[in-house]
Structure formats: C-alpha cells, structure tokens
C-alpha cells in the first residue's frame, strides 16, 4: 500500500502558486466544515459520521436531531436536517415529544457524557426503559469539555481532571458509570454499541453502528443507542496526537469497543 | 368532534381535561401531584380516544421535556403540577419561552403561594408568561380553552391557576369547543421535511440564525429580539378583572382565583348594609390589570388585598396605586394539616369582618 503524504510547503518565501481547496470533505448535511472546537477533538468525526449515515439511509428529510449542550452544541445550528435544541440532560424526553406526536419521523439526539451520565442520567434511563422509538448518540470523552476539563460520571478511575489533579480515586470520587451496560440491560432497548473515532478502524466500525441503530429506529424495533468514544486532548491536558492512543491506553479498558446488545445478536446468542 | 353543546355534570380536573380536548390539546405530559393528578388521570383518558397522546412521565423533569419536543411539532400541548412540581419544570419552561414555543401549563395549586412563581417566573433569564385565573370551574373550562389560542397566538407558554377546590368542585359546564378566531400558521415546527433543503428548520433557545447566516448564535442579538417580542405581547395581550362597586367605593377589596368568590360574596353583603366598599377580581395575572386598579385608585382611599399567602399580588396592587391609595394585606396563610389549600380561613363571615376592619380604619 503506497501512503499518501501531503507535500511539504517552506513557509521562508512568499508562496509559488496560490492556495486551493483540493478537496471538500464535509458531509453534505453539515453546512460549514470548519468548527471552533479544539484541534485534535473528536466531536467533529462523530458529527460527521452521524450526518453521513443519515444521509446515505436516505433519512435526511425525516429527521428531527435534538441536540444537548456541550462543545458539540456548536453543531445544533450547522447541520441541514432539522434541529430542535433542548436543555442540558433533557434531550431524551423533549425527542420523545418529538418521536410520539411525529410517529414517521426518524428522532436521534447528540448528547455528550456530562449531559447524559451526569445530569440528564434518568431521562436516558426512562427514555430507553420505555422503548421509544429514538436513536441516543453519546459523544463520550470522559470530561467536561466545555468547562475546561472537569471530572463526569464517566471520567475513568485514575483520569487527570481539573477537580480530580492526582487522577479519579474510587475512594474519593466513586466509580465512572459504564453507561452503554447500563443501558444494554434495559429491557426497552433494542441495540448498544459502542465505537471510538481515535483510529480509521474504528472510525468505519462506528458509522456501521451508526447506520445500525438508525435502521433499528426506522424498523420499529425499539430504543437503540450508539455510545462515540471521542478525543478531548485539552481536556485530558496532553499533546493533541497523543490522545487517539490516550483514548485506546486509558478510556477503552472501562469502556470497551464493540456492539453489546443487538437483534441479530439475541438471534445467535439462541442457537 | 360534535359541534353539538356538551353540558355536562363534571368534577373540575375532568373539566379542565375536557375543555383542553376540546381546544385541540392532542398532547399532554404530567407526573401525579394532588390536586394535579385528577387532571391527569382524565387527559389519559381522553387523549387516545381523538387520536392523541398522554405520558405519565417519570418526573416533572421529563413531563416538561416531552411536551417541549411535541409543542415542537407544532401539536397543541399542554402540561402541569402543583407549584412544587412546576418548580423542577422552571428551567425547561424559561428556556421553551425562549424557543418562542407556544404551550399551556396548568398550575392547579395548593392555596395561593405561587403568585410570584406563575408572574415573575421561577426560572432565569427575562421572560414572561401569559396567566389566567379562573374562580370556578365553568369559568376555568373556557380560560383554559382560551389559553391554547393565546398561546398559539404569541408562541409562548400560558399558564392557568388553578388550586385544589376548582379540580374538586363537581359542577354542570359547557365544554363545546370555542372559536376564539385564527391563529398564525406553524409553518416554524419541525417535522423533518426540510432536511437537506440548505434551510433545515431549527427550533432553540440559543437563537434560530443558522452558522450559514453568517454569524450562527448571536445571543446578544437574539435575547434583545425575545425581550421586544415579550414586551410586545406584554402591552397587546389586554388586561382583564372583574370590577364590582368601584365607582363610589372608598375601600377596595381585591383577590382572585377561588378565595375571590368569597372576598365577592362579603362585598356584596356589606354593600347591603350600605358600606361603600368595592371588589376587583384580576383574571389576567399577567398582564396584570394595573390601569384598571389605578383608575379605582382615583377615588377610592384604600386597597384591602385578599389572598391566601403571605401578601404576593399585594406587591402589584401597590405598584398599580403608586401612592394614590393606602394598601393593606387582609389576607393569609390559611390551610390544614394537609396543605392542600384547604382553607379555614375561605368563609364569607370572616372575609367580610376583615373588610369592614379595613374600612373602619380609614375613618
């Protein structure tokens, strides 16, 4: 396999040709590619994976996304499906309004770890015991984001927070909640997984999960939920091309890769 | 729907429940509160019979959540509690008055402690809601009609006051629908449709400028808009009370809700006994009927303001007056041991010997 590098631009002297987009990789749905999150973030795959599935299911014009508040919130007024912006935790309940008075529609909400393990952890809990028929992506990154890097109900045991500095003890802080288990045990749930965007492995990986959980929506076959493992190098104050192997040494030993309940899982786990 | 006049013999949360049926409610989300749950209980009942939806949801939290998303979709909702559940509501229902999302919210209350919760509003930030207050059931059967076409009218929440004796009350009432005229288009609700159109709709509290109208949110812009459009809808939507002897009365009573029919009851009677005294019943709490009360306030002396809290719209009736009246409080906490709003002190002799207390102090 022959690796592709970009060439090398000396910066000593005024430019030799003049600057050109060679190519548009943003989503069809996102209207603007550039974002103001931090460089190395996450979110932005996640985003764009998300868009990408809707749009290749051919869902764009049934979609309701309802969006939480994080450093993703950025996105709530930058997609080309319809947005309804909800409260911190409470996106959950306001897509089930949503989902039950627009029975076709197809109804996902972006929520980070802060909104749903910490603040908003029972309208997730409800939401998913009472089978609605929504898709719930978390962005999880193990901190809060936004605030500058402060310790969630996710954050994992021994994590660098600004209000955990010698790493989350159990004695002291408790133990990160490993929510996409949690979830996968209710009974409303119909499919849980749970991907990263720190490798382009599991970048493929997730949009499978993406697209999974979208299409268990649009059968009717119950809750599904999609956790997104996603880089936060500020957050987790180390250099930003250290966090995808930061993400897979650290974050992944308590929230581990790959699908945890599925229908065609119960399926084989039958015969 | 019959277009036929439905009198019927129905205890007030029955009531309520029919008139919202009746004013197009298809959606409605509450958590079990006492007197509130009554209310419930007859939404979960009416509701699929036309087609509608009714959640017991989890908390107040969730209630407030699910009847954002359905008011999102431009579906006609509605949700409630008592002030102590509308209290966990207040954050969702500041931020659903910023998303310009129209909705009615029913407080049946116990006694009358959450005036200033239902006109100032319990959460953050500067917003307002419209608030009705029926003193009866009959009445509250066409607020409450009347609060889906505010609502949809100025795309914002709408709060009625009720309290434990309107949903307990059985009384024979009309719940035929009203025509209270048009209401402007929903062409603002999501449904999906325009996704992928490069006008995708947005609904938020954050502001509805898109990254692709150049600046995204700009809060500072869009909190300015919200403030012109609630003071626009503050100075349109009129004021209205009921006014009884006020011309040639020297004292005043005001109240409103259920303890205004007694606080009317004793006006009445000491008019019989050629007391010059009057009787002023706000129905819209907000707007508040200030010019009316000032207009009182031209002749009369004094406002004795009856309600059963510590003194809260009292503060209103003041700022109405400015100084051109003396204003007293003659109300109270009053209650059981229960704290329903039950209340002792609801009985026409006491009222009436707490009025003519205050008129005999202006002599």
């Given at each position: 396999?022959?690796e592709?590098?970009?060439p090398?631009?000396?910066?000593?002297?005024?430019?030799?040709?003049?600057?050109k987009?060679i190519?548009?990789?943003t989503p069809?749905?996102?209207n603007?590619?550039a974002h103001?999150l931090?460089?190395g973030?996450g979110?932005?795959v996640a985003?764009?994976?998300?868009?990408?599935a809707?749009?290749?299911?051919k869902?764009?014009?049934?979609?309701?996304?309802?969006?939480?508040?994080?450093?993703?919130?950025?996105?709530?007024n930058?997609?080309?499906v319809e947005?309804?912006?909800?409260l911190?935790?409470r996106?959950?309940s306001?897509?089930?309004g949503v989902k039950?008075?627009l029975?076709?529609?197809?109804?996902l909400?972006?929520q980070g770890?802060?909104?749903?393990v910490n603040?908003g952890?029972?309208?997730?809990?409800?939401?998913?015991a009472?089978?609605e028929k929504v898709?719930c992506f978390?962005?999880?990154?193990g901190?809060?984001?936004?605030?500058g890097?402060?310790?969630?109900?996710?954050?994992v045991l021994?994590?660098?927070?600004?209000?955990t500095l010698?790493?989350r003890?159990?004695?002291?802080?408790g133990?990160?909640i490993?929510?996409?288990?949690?979830?996968?045990?209710?009974?409303g749930v119909?499919?849980a997984?749970?991907g990263?965007?720190?490798?382009h492995?599991?970048?493929a990986?997730t949009?499978r999960m993406?697209?999974d959980?979208l299409?268990?929506?649009?059968k009717?076959?119950?809750?599904?939920?999609?956790e997104?493992?996603t880089?936060?190098?500020?957050g987790?104050?180390i250099?930003t091309g250290?966090?995808p192997?930061?993400l897979?040494e650290h974050?992944?030993?308590?929230?581990r890769?790959g699908?945890?309940?599925?229908?065609?899982a119960a399926v084989?786990?039958?015969? | 729907?019959s277009a036929v006049?439905e009198r019927?013999?129905?205890e007030?949360?029955?009531?309520?429940?029919s008139?919202?049926?009746?004013?197009?409610?298809?959606f409605?989300?509450?958590y079990?509160m006492?007197?509130?749950?009554?209310?419930?209980e007859?939404?979960a009942?009416?509701?699929?019979?036309?087609?509608?939806?009714c959640?017991n949801a989890?908390?107040?939290?969730?209630?407030i959540?699910?009847?954002?998303?359905?008011a999102?979709?431009g579906?006609?909702?509605?949700t409630?509690?008592?002030?102590?559940?509308?209290?966990l509501?207040?954050?969702?229902?500041a931020?659903?008055?910023?998303a310009?999302?129209?909705?009615?919210?029913l407080?049946?209350a116990?006694?009358q402690?959450?005036y200033?919760?239902a006109?100032?509003g319990?959460g953050?930030g500067d917003?307002?809601?419209i608030v009705l207050a029926p003193?009866d059931?009959n009445?509250?059967?066409?607020?409450?009609?009347?609060?889906?076409?505010l609502?949809?009218?100025w795309?914002?929440?709408?709060l009625v006051?009720?309290d434990?004796y309107?949903?307990h009350?059985?009384?024979?009432?009309?719940v035929?629908?009203?025509d209270?005229?048009?209401?402007?288009p929903?062409?603002?609700?999501v449904?999906?449709s325009?996704?992928g159109?490069?006008?995708?709709?947005l609904?938020?509290?954050l502001g509805?400028?898109?990254?692709t109208d150049?600046?995204?949110y700009?809060?500072?812009?869009f909190y300015?808009r919200?403030?012109r459009e609630?003071?626009?809808m503050?100075?349109t939507?009129?004021?209205?009370?009921e006014?009884?002897f006020?011309?040639?009365?020297?004292?005043?009573?005001?109240?409103y809700?259920t303890?205004?029919?007694?606080?009317?009851q004793?006006v009445?009677?000491?008019r019989a006994?050629?007391l010059?005294v009057?009787f002023i019943?706000?129905i819209?709490?907000?707007?508040?009927?200030?010019?009316?009360?000032?207009d009182a306030?031209a002749h009369?002396?004094?406002?004795?303001?009856?309600?059963n809290?510590?003194?809260q719209m009292?503060?209103d009736?003041q700022?109405?007056v400015?100084?051109r009246a003396?204003v007293?409080?003659?109300?109270g906490?009053?209650?059981?041991?229960?704290?329903?709003g039950i209340?002792p002190?609801l009985d026409?002799?006491t009222?009436?010997?707490?009025?003519?207390?205050?008129?005999?102090?202006l002599?």
């Amino acid at each position: 396999m022959t690796e592709r590098r970009l060439p090398i631009l000396h910066t000593s002297g005024p430019p030799q040709r003049p600057a050109k987009l060679i190519d548009d990789f943003t989503p069809a749905l996102i209207n603007q590619g550039a974002h103001h999150l931090c460089p190395g973030c996450g979110e932005p795959v996640a985003m764009r994976l998300i868009m990408e599935a809707v749009e290749e299911l051919k869902l764009a014009q049934r979609t309701v996304a309802v969006f939480g508040i994080g450093c993703y919130t950025a996105y709530s007024n930058n997609l080309d499906v319809e947005v309804v912006q909800a409260l911190h935790g409470r996106s959950p309940s306001v897509a089930t309004g949503v989902k039950r008075a627009l029975p076709g529609s197809v109804v996902l909400t972006v929520q980070g770890d802060g909104d749903m393990v910490n603040e908003g952890l029972q309208e997730v809990l409800h939401t998913a015991a009472r089978a609605e028929k929504v898709t719930c992506f978390l962005l999880n990154n193990g901190v809060f984001g936004e605030t500058g890097g402060h310790m969630t109900a996710a954050t994992v045991l021994g994590q660098r927070t600004k209000n955990t500095l010698d790493g989350r003890s159990a004695e002291q802080h408790g133990y990160p909640i490993v929510i996409g288990d949690l979830i996968a045990g209710l009974a409303g749930v119909a499919y849980a997984a749970r991907g990263a965007v720190n490798t382009h492995t599991n970048v493929a990986r997730t949009k499978r999960m993406v697209k999974d959980a979208l299409q268990i929506q649009v059968k009717g076959l119950g809750f599904s939920f999609v956790e997104i493992l996603t880089m936060c190098p500020t957050g987790w104050f180390i250099e930003t091309g250290e966090a995808p192997e930061y993400l897979d040494e650290h974050i992944e030993p308590t929230h581990r890769f790959g699908v945890i309940k599925s229908p065609v899982a119960a399926v084989k786990r039958q015969h | 729907m019959s277009a036929v006049r439905e009198r019927q013999f129905l205890e007030g949360a029955s009531a309520i429940g029919s008139a919202m049926v009746a004013a197009g409610c298809r959606f409605f989300a509450g958590y079990p509160m006492t007197p509130f749950t009554e209310v419930l209980e007859s939404m979960a009942k009416l509701l699929p019979a036309v087609g509608g939806t009714c959640i017991n949801a989890e908390s107040e939290l969730e209630a407030i959540g699910m009847v954002w998303g359905a008011a999102a979709t431009g579906t006609p909702a509605a949700t409630g509690s008592t002030g102590q559940g509308l209290s966990l509501m207040q954050e969702s229902l500041a931020e659903i008055t910023y998303a310009r999302l129209p909705l009615v919210v029913l407080n049946m209350a116990r006694a009358q402690g959450d005036y200033f919760q239902a006109t100032r509003g319990g959460g953050h930030g500067d917003y307002r809601h419209i608030v009705l207050a029926p003193c009866d059931v009959n009445e509250a059967t066409v607020l409450v009609q009347e609060a889906f076409h505010l609502a949809a009218t100025w795309r914002n929440p709408v709060l009625v006051m009720g309290d434990y004796y309107i949903a307990h009350t059985w009384q024979t009432v009309d719940v035929a629908p009203i025509d209270f005229g048009p209401t402007p288009p929903t062409d603002w609700a999501v449904d999906g449709s325009t996704g992928g159109s490069g006008r995708a709709k947005l609904i938020s509290p954050l502001g509805d400028t898109k990254r692709t109208d150049d600046v995204g949110y700009d809060l500072a812009e869009f909190y300015h808009r919200r403030g012109r459009e609630l003071d626009v809808m503050a100075a349109t939507v009129p004021p209205r009370a009921e006014a009884v002897f006020v011309d040639d009365a020297r004292l005043v009573a005001v109240a409103y809700g259920t303890v205004a029919k007694y606080v009317r009851q004793a006006v009445y009677d000491l008019r019989a006994q050629r007391l010059p005294v009057g009787f002023i019943r706000p129905i819209t709490l907000f707007p508040f009927p200030t010019q009316i009360i000032r207009d009182a306030a031209a002749h009369a002396d004094a406002f004795a303001v009856y309600e059963n809290n510590r003194g809260q719209m009292v503060e209103d009736v003041q700022l109405a007056v400015l100084g051109r009246a003396d204003v007293s409080s003659i109300g109270g906490l009053s209650m059981d041991s229960s704290g329903f709003g039950i209340a002792p002190d609801l009985d026409v002799a006491t009222v009436r010997t707490r009025i003519r207390t205050a008129l005999e102090a202006l002599a």
